[in-house]
């Protein structure tokens, strides 16, 4: 069992910085993948980035590459989502998710826990 407790949304003007926190407790693995996905109204819940545990890996999604940063803080059990010159059409739910059986991925379906999510409103 693993639980994941997303913070951080909230309301920011375009141009603007947030970082999220998801908070992970119980049962994890060395080696399990973390990820941020995110979700707006009407659309599909689509992968924002991924990161290992040790050695860190990375992987983005084109839509937010160079702007948003994954980062991980092992001793706290803590991932992270920074995202710099936000934009409208990065408001949504951001999801924070696990993915113990894979070092990372990009793939919603190799996710088998999630967090609540946080809303992200990026004014213009």
């Known amino acids: 069992q693993v639980q994941l407790v997303e913070s951080g949304g909230g309301l920011v003007q375009a141009g603007g910085s947030l970082r999220l926190s998801c908070a992970a407790s119980?049962?994890?693995?060395?080696?399990?993948?973390m990820g941020w996905f995110r979700q707006a109204p009407g659309k599909e819940r689509e992968f924002v980035a991924t990161?290992?545990?040790?050695?860190?890996?990375?992987f983005y999604a084109d839509s937010v590459k160079g702007r948003f940063t994954i980062s991980r803080d092992n001793a706290k059990n803590t991932v992270y989502l920074e995202m710099n010159r936000l934009k409208p059409e990065d408001s949504a739910v951001y999801y924070c998710?696990?993915?113990?059986?894979?070092?990372?991925?990009?793939?919603?379906?190799?996710?088998?826990?999630w967090g609540q999510g946080t809303q992200v409103t990026v004014s213009s």
């Open positions: 990161i290992s545990r040790s050695p860190s890996s990375t």
């Open positions: 119980g049962r994890t693995f060395s080696s399990d993948a």
């Open positions: 998710a696990a993915a113990p059986r894979f070092r990372v991925s990009t793939r919603r379906d190799n996710y088998d826990y």
